[in-house]
């Protein structure tokens, strides 16, 4: 499976921008990871099956009411709405994928992800 990042920008802090990921292939899980520069990378968001046609959806802490992920099952793709950006925002973003269904005790671990994608600069500015 190989995953395709896009999307990322420069913004003002305040502003909103929106990452997309498309998968060549049927994924169970997907997430989105960040990365800012001398830090680690840390998880942002996942989405995970929840049986039938149902996905569940977390966030981070640190995003929630910020950020909100959703996933089109059509185009195994995911999205990154990211509103009210702040600086502290400014990573490069990761999206990441695994054929299987993560544990909601293991989605928020990037070591859980099989799939990555190259990544996608987002930059806001203060």
């Known amino acids: 499976v190989q995953l395709q990042a896009s999307g990322g920008g420069l913004v003002q802090a305040g502003g909103s921008l929106r990452v997309s990921c498309v998968a060549s292939g049927r994924t169970l899980g997907m997430a989105w990871f960040r990365q800012a520069p001398g830090k680690e990378r840390e998880f942002v968001a996942a989405?995970?099956?929840?049986?039938?046609?149902?996905?569940?959806?977390y966030h981070a802490d640190a995003v929630k009411g910020r950020f909100t992920i959703s996933r089109d099952n059509a185009k195994n793709a995911i999205y990154l709405q990211m509103n009210s950006l702040k600086p502290e925002d400014t990573a490069v973003y990761y999206c990441?994928?695994?054929?299987?269904?993560?544990?909601?005790?293991?989605?928020?671990?990037?070591?859980?992800?099989?799939?990555w994608g190259q990544g996608t600069q987002v930059t806001v500015s203060s």
């Open positions: 989405v995970r099956w929840g049986g039938g046609s149902y996905y569940q959806k």
């Open positions: 990441a994928a695994s054929p299987t269904n993560p544990t909601t005790g293991a989605l928020r671990d990037p070591q859980r992800y099989d799939y």
